[in-house]
Nanobody, 123 residues
Framework: QVQLVESGGGLVQAGGSLRLSCAAS????????MAWFRQAPGKEREFVAV???????LQADSVKGRFTISRDNAKNTVHLQMNSLKPEDTAIYYC?????????????????WGQGTQVTVSS
């Protein structure tokens, strides 16, 4: 099993920045790809960004140029730097991990999920 714990959420004004972190423990060799998803109230969970152990990344069009994903393989952590935040970025942000080698946007491909961290952007 893999345990994922997110941190770094909070309340920020529009235009501000936040940095989310996710720490993996347990069978960390199963975390070939690590991703961020988000779910806003009344909406389905959506893909945000993913990064493979080798450094390949994929991002949702809605966050390109504003969000940056990074990971530290030695520390089994993944981060999401969020800049120029908008009210529509308000959501619970979830960290996810998968044994898959290729990056993917499909939530069904991810075996492990964190509890989520709330991000609220005020206008």
């Amino acid at each position: 099993q893999v345990q994922l714990v997110e941190s770094g959420g909070g309340l920020v004004q529009a235009g501000g920045s936040l940095r989310l972190s996710c720490a993996a423990s347990g069978r960390t060799y199963s975390t070939n790809i690590m991703a961020w998803f988000r779910q806003a109230p009344g909406k389905e969970r959506e893909f945000v960004a993913v990064m493979s152990r080798s450094g390949t990344t994929l991002q949702a069009d809605s966050v390109k140029g504003r969000f940056t994903i990074s990971r530290d393989n030695a520390k089994n952590t993944v981060h999401l730097q969020m800049n120029s935040l908008k009210p529509e970025d308000t959501a619970i942000y979830y960290c996810a991990a998968s044994e898959m080698v290729l990056v993917t946007r499909r939530s069904s491909a991810y075996d492990y999920w964190g509890q989520g961290t709330q991000v609220t952007v005020s206008s």
